[in-house]
């Protein structure tokens, strides 16, 4: 995608001017603004309608700016030389002396960061002078946004400005992992946990458990379409959309495949745009069928099921 520099301005005048706008990033996109200030950080609670506990993650350009407000390890020097910018998320101790607002935090001495490496959003990074809190951008417990056409859905005239940049490549968000001791991984995402298994050396526990909540921002009802949905279904009812992961013939007109030949990756990018569209079509309710509980597969297993407690 062309980098279109007005744009990237016109962001960046909005941000300075501590307002509230969508950004895109290679997992979803982000509504954003700067996290150093507090009357930027209440309006994306407000907008996003998050629970106030529920701290928003902050995206940063590069170590230099992110030294100032964490302190940092070796597990993170090893993850962030393997994987930044890229779709990881890293839970560290805060700095006493950090100008992250006390409302993104609230006012908790840990913070959520990471790199985005979508080219648009690392460009207006990189000309920003503090760094944007950006929780995924969509109203809180629904599908988040792939699309800038799915971020005006969600919002429509009540966000000042939307930066484009095309779909996620990803398409679904960062893998959290928690830093502080012991590394923890407390959300599958957009990175296999495989990898960062590799990268580090050791098994690295996961604290996922759906009726767990180890993250304040961890609901039990979370990426929901806003209708029903069955999980591991062979036999579908009439009124159903059913959703597959790869392209079964003949294929009928309620049937949605993810993949044209169960790629896992091709998968995930495309999950929240398909139950966006399933949703749109007006079915009452999806059926799934069984998705392969491995790499990115496990990433969409944890959203459906999520999704599912609707
Ligand atoms: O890929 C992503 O991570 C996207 C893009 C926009 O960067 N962002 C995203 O943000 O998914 P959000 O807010 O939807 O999910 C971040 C999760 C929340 O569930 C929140 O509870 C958790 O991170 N979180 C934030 N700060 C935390 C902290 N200090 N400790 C533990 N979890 C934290
Ligand atoms: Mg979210």
Redesign the pocket.
């Known amino acids: 995608m062309k980098i279109n520099l007005a744009n990237i301005k016109k962001a960046k005048n909005l941000l300075n001017k501590r307002e509230c706008i969508a ?1 895109p ?1 290679e ?4 509504l954003a603004g700067n996290a150093y200030s507090d009357s930027a950080c209440r309006k994306i609670f407000k907008l996003k309608k ?1 629970p106030k506990y ?4 902050v ?1 940063y350009y590069n170590l230099k700016s992110l030294e100032k407000d964490c302190y940092l390890n070796n597990n993170f020097f090893r993850l962030y030389k393997k994987f930044c910018p890229g ?1 990881i ?1 890293f ?1 560290l101790n805060l700095k006493k002396n950090s100008k992250i607002s006390k409302i993104a ?1 609230n006012k ?1 001495n ?3 960061v ?1 790199f ?1 490496k979508h080219p648009i959003t690392r460009n207006l990074l990189k000309e920003l002078k503090f760094p944007i809190a ?5 109203i809180s417990s629904r599908v ?1 946004a792939v699309t800038s056409s799915d971020v005006k859905d969600d919002f429509g005239k009540k966000i000042k400005y939307i930066l484009e940049g095309g779909k996620s490549s990803i398409g ?3 893998t ?1 992992i ?1 830093l502080r001791k012991q590394p923890k991984i ?2 599958l ?2 990175l296999d946990v495989k990898n960062i298994q590799k990268t580090l050396k050791k098994k690295i526990s996961e604290n996922i458990k759906p009726n767990k909540i180890s ?5 039990k009802i979370h990426y929901s379409p806003g209708i029903p949905i069955r999980l591991d279904v062979k036999k579908i009812k009439k009124e159903e959309a059913y959703l597959l992961i790869r392209k079964k013939i003949p294929c009928k007109l309620n049937y949605y495949f993810l993949s044209k030949d169960g790629n896992l990756r091709e998968a995930a990018k495309n999950l929240y745009s398909t139950l966006r569209k399933i949703k749109k079509s007006k079915y009452k309710s999806i059926a799934v069928s069984k998705i392969p509980n491995i790499g990115l597969g496990k990433t969409i297993n944890d959203r459906l099921l999520r999704a599912s407690k609707f």
């Not at 997992?27 to 982000?30: A, D, I």
């Not at 950006?134 to 969509?138: H, I, L, R, V």
Request: hydrophobic share 35%; charged share 15%.
């Open positions: 950004i990033t997992t979803v996109y982000g998050r529920n701290p928003l993650i995206h779709p998320t839970v935090t908790k840990t913070l959520a990471r985005p950006a929780p995924s951008a969509n988040s679904v968000e960062s959290i928690d407390l959300r995402g957009g993250m304040p921002g961890q609901l």
